[in-house]
C-alpha cells in the first residue's frame, strides 16, 4: 500500500480568475448590484488571494458586463430549441465569461476559452451542461475572424 501523500493539484491563476469570474457573474445575474464596484470589492475580500490576484477577473467580469447585450445576443442566437430563460444561470455566466473572450480578447486564442469555458462547467454545472456550453461554444467558433489556436497580434 502506497502511503504517500500526493500533492493537490492547484488551478493555475488564469483558471483561477476565469472560476471567480463565473462565481461573481452567476451573483450579479441573480441580484445586480447598484454599486458594481462596491460589490465586487466586496466579492473579492471573500477570495483566498489579495485584490491584485484577480486582476484578470476583474478584467473579464467589467468586459462582459459592459458587453452582456451583445454576447446574450450571441447566445440567444445558438442556443436552438432553448429560450432565453430556461438556460442555467451558472451556465449563462459560464458562456458570457467565454463569448465575450471569444469576441473581445484577441489576446487569448478562441480555442483557450471554449477548452476553459467546458472546464468550468465541468466544476460548476452538472454533467450535461458540458454538451450544451460546447454545442454553442462550436458554433461561435466558426465565426472567429482569427487563428484558433492563438492569440491575435
Known amino acids: 500500500m502506497d502511503d504517500e501523500v500526493k500533492p493537490v493539484k492547484r488551478a493555475s491563476q488564469r483558471r483561477e480568475n476565469?472560476?471567480?469570474?463565473?462565481?461573481?457573474?452567476?451573483?450579479?445575474?441573480?441580484?445586480?448590484?447598484?454599486?458594481?464596484?462596491?460589490?465586487?470589492?466586496?466579492?473579492l475580500e471573500t477570495k483566498d488571494h489579495e485584490r491584485e490576484y484577480y486582476a484578470f477577473a476583474e478584467e473579464l467580469i467589467h468586459g462582459v458586463i459592459e458587453h452582456v447585450e451583445s454576447v446574450d445576443e450571441h447566445i440567444k442566437v445558438h442556443a436552438a430549441n432553448w429560450t432565453f430563460d430556461r438556460i442555467a444561470k451558472v451556465?449563462?455566466?459560464?458562456?458570457?465569461?467565454?463569448?465575450?473572450?471569444?469576441?473581445?480578447?484577441?489576446?487569448?486564442?478562441?480555442?483557450?476559452?471554449?477548452?476553459?469555458?467546458?472546464?468550468?462547467?465541468?466544476?460548476?454545472?452538472?454533467?450535461?451542461?458540458?454538451?450544451?456550453?460546447?454545442?454553442?461554444?462550436?458554433?461561435?467558433?466558426?465565426?472567429?475572424?482569427?487563428?484558433l489556436r492563438s492569440a491575435a497580434d
Do not use: T
Request: proline content about 6%; overall charge positive.
Open 18 to 43: 476565469r472560476m471567480c469570474a463565473v462565481q461573481f457573474l452567476y451573483q450579479w445575474e441573480l441580484n445586480k448590484p447598484e454599486q458594481l464596484h462596491d460589490a465586487l470589492r466586496i466579492f
Open 91 to 147: 451556465d449563462l455566466s459560464i458562456l458570457r465569461l467565454a463569448i465575450y473572450e471569444l469576441l473581445q480578447r484577441r489576446d487569448i486564442p478562441p480555442i483557450v476559452s471554449i477548452n476553459e469555458a467546458i472546464e468550468l462547467g465541468k466544476i460548476y454545472s452538472n454533467p450535461d451542461s458540458k454538451r450544451f456550453i460546447n454545442g454553442i461554444l462550436d458554433q461561435m467558433k466558426n465565426k472567429i475572424d482569427r487563428p
